[in-house]
């Protein structure tokens, strides 16, 4: 395989589709720097480039495919879906560094997979029994039927045909083409419906929207475009008509999510919704159905009003269970992960700007702090204060492997895809100001300063031709300051004209401290998860604020207390900050009490804060009373998997 070859793969893979009203920069074209490019960089260095990751993990996630442990001795697993995620973080390596060798390198793994594993009628899974799509079928306890087997074929199948986009090897769109083939064909057998298979209502199986579309934009059969769009009509069904789940009826109504299903503690996913209404915008994408792009819509302003978390994640550990009402926050990272995708398909089939602040601070906060500091692993969940978050364990019978560590490489490819675009009328758009070098049509740019840290940074635009430049505004600035003059955003946006030749903008967004007063009731019923089904006896919050972590006991908080944030940075107490134990858990707080100043002054570098991004002494004030605190970003203070790492939220 030639570079030339992948370059030219490359330039396929980022052709703008039906629906988008700008189009994102070019893969590779945007390259990540600073402190979050540097965690970037080292994720890669250790997930995707070492001898370990192209070795013992890899042949782990492949083997799955000999050992059958998925379905073997009892088990029910879903190892299957290692080798997928593993592909997929592959595939965007090579979409972002735009290396040939790793190319040749997937693909012949990809070929010795296909060749050893795939059945000549197109099954390729980590379940012996291809006829294993439900537990026990014909139960009414639909939270019963534990079974991943589409799960993992969803994730192999959009892995071969990424790895198709990258390097346009045909063998892997042939070997996806031929695994949907067979669900078609078996399910028409079995006379079943994607619906009533897997687990969680069907759910978990009809995510395969998302990777069924892009596998029909490149071998456009209609039995694919009847499965989508059975898959859409299926959920788009009154309540009562049927036991599933009536998901984007269900979104279009004034309904909590929390409420759609008749046992929220199994049926509520998180990760599987979001997987889901992502599918649901592709389809918009496909087909111009506004009612998908209006019900894709209404499932985000159900989890924006409702399960936002206070590191700016959304789901309680891994479900909706009205997470914006609890102040124990904890949430999977793999829900922030896909918090940030559905934002991200919103945004390029809208352009508005509400979506771009929420992928800001979802990556800045609950996804950094998620990635350990050498990013070879990742958090499980991340958690609103405490000792630590809960270091993902490996899961299903393996080793090196984990649901979350093996996606998040995925939200750095996202993030680096998001950070520009060009608009339908040709307009350079800037979206994201973190240091980064970045290529579109007819202009360079580079960016600098240490934004979030610092307010103050700058843009430097090489421009092949006159144009123009909008910079977004997030919501939480009135103005951005250009060059010394104060610029109000239209529709969240300034303009700039830009003439051929090199310019340099000196950009400042202004970042008092803000109270975020929490929804959360006083004195918060721990156990109240319990009322709602079968959790642990013991409560939901009691049993998983402490799973793994047994330092955790008596942290878990029973009063609301308020955030402190800082432009798109959630502020956190801690022992990195310079914060006692003490005062990082004490229960005083300016929760709902008008009235207090706040002000930040930067706080001079200790032994104590060292390594921490940005670092404060916070000043609270009311009448008599003031206090000074040190605080640090959120991710940086809280990150470290060390029982003795103590960090809190809550003012």
Known sequence: MTRTFVFLALALAGAKLFGDVLTPAAPGDVKVLGRPGELFQSSLNHRVFSEYAQGPVYDEAENAFATHWDDSDGHIGWQGEYWGKTMLCYAGAIRYTRDAKLAAWCVKKAHHLIDTYQHPDGYLSTYANKDLLRSNPDSPDYESHWCFNLWGQKYTMWALVELYRVTGDKKCLKAAEKMMDHLISQMKRMNVTIDRTGFWAGISSMSIL????????????????????????????????????NLIYDALSDRPIMSWFYKPMFLAKAYELQSFFEGVAAYHRLTGDARA?????????????????????????????NSKRRVNGM???????????LNRELWKLTGETKYLDCIEEAFYNAFLAGVTPDGAWGAHIVRSHGTRHLTAPAQTGMTMHQCCPDNMLRTFYDWADTVADVA????????????????LPGAKMELRGNYPVSEAFRLRVVAEKDGKLRLRVPYWADEMGVDGKALKPVAGKVELAVAAGEHTFDLVLKMPPRAIDSEAPDFEDIDTVTKLDTAPPEGFTKAFMCWYTPEMKGLVRRTAAAEIMRGPLVLAKGRLAGTSRDETFEFKTINKQPGWKLSLAPQKRTAKNFGVWGAWDLTLEKGEEKKTIPVADFWSVSCMDDPENWFSVWF
């Open 293 to 321: 792009l209006e019900a894709t819509k209404a499932f985000w302003g159900h989890v924006f009003r409702e399960e936002l978390n206070p590191m700016r994640g959304a789901s309680y550990f891994d479900h909706f269970l």
């Open 424 to 439: 339908k009328d040709g307009a350079w758009e800037v979206n994201f100001y973190s240091d980064a070098d970045i290529v």
């Open 331 to 341: 949430t999977e990272l793999c829900d922030v992960t896909h918090w940030i995708r």
């Open 210 to 245: 998302r990777p069924l579309i892009e596998l029909y934009l490149e071998v456009p059969k209609p039995e694919y475009k009847a499965l989508a769009d059975y898959i859409v009509k299926v959920t788009d069904v009154r309540e009562g008509e049927k036991p599933t789940a």
